[in-house]
């Protein structure tokens, strides 16, 4: 059995899909929201629970943060923290799925944790 063709098929595909990726990446980076996370001090990580199991899960999640970046929370480079605010509870309070104050509290942050809704 000849798989040659089979192959060149699948890198060609590949190679079509890995510049796409790398093209959307170089439109990200020219967008005006670019981060660079090598500049930025502290990098603020926000958690969000979540709700149901949501919380018990992040928290998992959470503690293993903790530890693989325990130097650079130390430092003062990684801040975690906590938002609330999506809990079924809470939105079904204010009638919205994101209460504005959480949209708030989120955008204050450069990457999210969420844990399940």
């Not at 990580?45 to 650079?72: H, N, Q, S, W």
Request: net charge negative.
């Amino acid at each position: 059995m000849n798989h040659t063709g089979a192959i060149e098929r699948a890198k060609e595909h590949f190679a079509e899909l890995l510049a796409e990726q790398l093209n959307r990446v170089d439109q990200m980076k020219a967008g005006e929201d670019w981060a660079d996370y090598s500049q930025l001090m502290p990098i603020i990580i926000g958690v969000v629970g979540g709700d149901g199991i949501g919380p018990f899960i992040t928290k998992e999640a959470v503690r293993v943060l903790e530890y693989i970046l325990a130097e650079e929370i130390q430092s003062g480079k990684v801040e975690l923290r906590w938002i609330s605010g999506l809990t079924i509870e809470e939105r079904v309070k204010v009638m919205k799925a994101l209460p504005e104050e959480t949209l708030a509290a989120l955008k204050e942050c450069h990457v999210i944790l969420k844990g399940p809704l």
